[in-house]
């Protein structure tokens, strides 16, 4: 009796270890825990679509889950509480400028929510013919928002020795095509030309669809500071910039029409880009939301008073000569009033204070105290009405054309206007189709294949705001303050700035195009 009892005994025994064995292979294995949690948040996700609630799942650098069952538990490091407001990923600025060597921190995009900036605008770039060191040196560095960068065209002609030749020998010209797939090799997303400014100014048709070649070769997208913005030459630039569309695709950079008023004006441009599409040529475009532009006085220079004529000469031999040439070139810009000085001694004001403090007509002014190179600034040449049907255009997106030290408020404020005068005062635009043009839109375009959009497996690049409480707070008279609203700003999975207060800590990445072969 006893014996049977214990063989009884033995036997449950196995039989619960076998159970328990076996309830134990079933039970799911736990997922370690997130690093960030976003709870209930109203998500906007970039690509234009209807906003839903969901939480976020961080890990790492990238999302890892989006759960729209918000009754679900998760454990996570970090948890942010995100009932009522909006996420959205981090804005992409299509064209910036700034130095990320010497000012890396670029909390002024931080702060209207710019997570990426794409660097090497208008025709200028890091004078490397291997761009690889100087990507190296940011990434050491580690900026404050993820970088991408474009080789300048005017760059890559001093490099290779075309410098300010109005035609390149055959052998320069290859050397710049070399240096072109290099700098593609290298990582940077395309070329930007300037083709207002020398040396750009000196190209031709020749030069610049072979340099197109490269660029598609590459699938690489060509950005262009256009020839003329003028109201009566908007139309030839953009078809000279066309033109280059049947090798790669090209983009408008801070497209606008000087002098140009009211939307039908405006939809007569769109127009002839729409057509364009229409026979298959890929074109885009970015705007910033301001009616002033900015850029160095040498814009208002003859280009034979520019590099590489010497100036000092053409003050002597041309004098009258360019002196009744700024008259007209101001008069035409609505007068010395609507020209305010960026840089230099008489930063912050405009040229006609200057011109009654030094007691001196304006023309007078620009040739002797100022000069071609001496100063940058704003000017009041555009108009709101037509800007802002430009803005209204699917194909167009939001840039800044700014940086932290430029004396414009763009540098400081272009995104966060975009939310609180296009779509919360004006209601110009829905928040939707504004976050699309300032994430998914400008990310497709550029070729960042896992940023702009708010998806699984997408790099964790993600702003939580309410759109009532986003302000732009830079002017032209203090262009330096920060944008305000953004609660939380998170680059690559870490939180880098909340309500006001940064990290010390910078999150930014240099980032580097994988070089495909077009089709």
Request: proline content about 5%; glycine content about 10%; some cysteine.
């Amino acid at each position: 009796m006893i014996k049977r009892t214990k063989t009884a005994r033995q036997l449950l025994a196995l039989i619960l270890l076998h159970v328990l064995f076996s309830s134990c292979q079933r039970i799911p294995k736990q997922e370690s825990a997130y690093d960030l949690l976003i709870e209930k948040a109203t998500v906007l996700d970039g690509s234009g679509s209807s906003p839903f609630i969901a939480n976020l799942l961080v890990r790492g650098d990238s999302i890892a889950r989006i759960d729209r069952d918000t009754t679900n538990s998760y454990a996570a490091r970090q948890r942010i509480g995100a009932r009522g407001l909006v996420v959205t990923p981090g804005f992409v600025d299509t064209h910036a400028h700034g130095d990320p060597l010497a000012t890396p921190a670029f909390q002024n995009f931080l702060a209207m929510g710019v997570t990426t900036i794409c660097l090497g605008q208008d025709g200028f770039s890091p004078e490397h013919e291997d761009l690889r060191v100087w990507m190296d040196s940011v990434s050491t560095k580690r900026p404050g928002v993820n970088v991408a960068l474009f080789a300048g065209h005017g760059t890559l002609r001093l490099l290779s020795g075309v410098g300010y030749d109005s035609v390149p020998a055959a052998g320069k010209l290859q050397a710049m095509d070399k240096l072109l797939m290099r700098a593609m090799e290298a990582g940077c997303f395309g070329l930007s030309t300037g083709l207002e400014y020398t040396p750009g100014y000196f190209a031709d048709s020749t030069e610049l669809n072979s340099l197109a070649k490269t660029v598609g070769a590459a699938g690489g997208l060509l950005m262009s500071h256009m020839r003329n913005e003028d109201d009566e030459a908007i139309e030839t630039s953009i078809r000279e910039l066309l033109a280059q569309g049947q090798y790669c695709p090209v983009h408008v950079s801070h497209l606008k029409v000087v002098y140009g008023k009211g939307r039908q004006r405006a939809q007569q441009v769109l127009h002839l880009l729409d057509s364009a599409r229409r026979q298959g040529i890929k074109v885009t475009a970015d705007f910033y939301p301001y009616t002033a532009s900015y850029t160095g006085i040498a814009i208002l220079f003859p280009e034979w008073a520019q590099q590489p004529y010497d100036y000092q000469t053409v003050l002597h031999t041309r004098r009258n000569e360019l002196g009744a040439y700024l008259r007209n070139r101001i008069a035409r810009r609505n007068g010395p009033e609507a020209t305010l000085i960026g840089s230099g001694p008489y930063k912050g004001k405009t040229l006609a204070q200057v011109a009654q403090e030094l007691n001196r007509p304006f023309e007078e002014v620009l040739m002797d105290n100022i000069g071609p190179y001496g100063a940058g600034g704003a000017y009041f040449v555009m108009d709101e009405a037509l800007q802002e049907a430009l803005l209204q255009d699917p194909q167009v997106m939001v840039c800044t054309d700014g940086s932290p030290t430029m004396h414009h408020p763009r540098g400081y404020g272009a995104f966060a206007r975009i939310i609180e005068k296009y779509v919360v005062g004006k209601q110009t635009l829905p928040l939707a189709e504004a976050i699309r043009k300032m994430t998914g839109l400008p990310a497709q375009t550029i070729g960042l294949t896992d940023r702009g959009l708010i998806k699984t497996g997408y790099k964790a690049d993600l702003l939580l705001f309410d759109p009532a409480e986003i302000r732009e707070n830079a002017t032209y008279e203090a262009p330096h303050q920060p944008a305000s609203g953004f609660r939380y700003v998170i680059v690559n999975g870490q939180v880098v700035k909340e309500d006001d207060r940064f990290s010390p800590k910078r999150a930014g990445q240099m980032l580097r195009k994988q070089m495909q072969k077009a089709l």
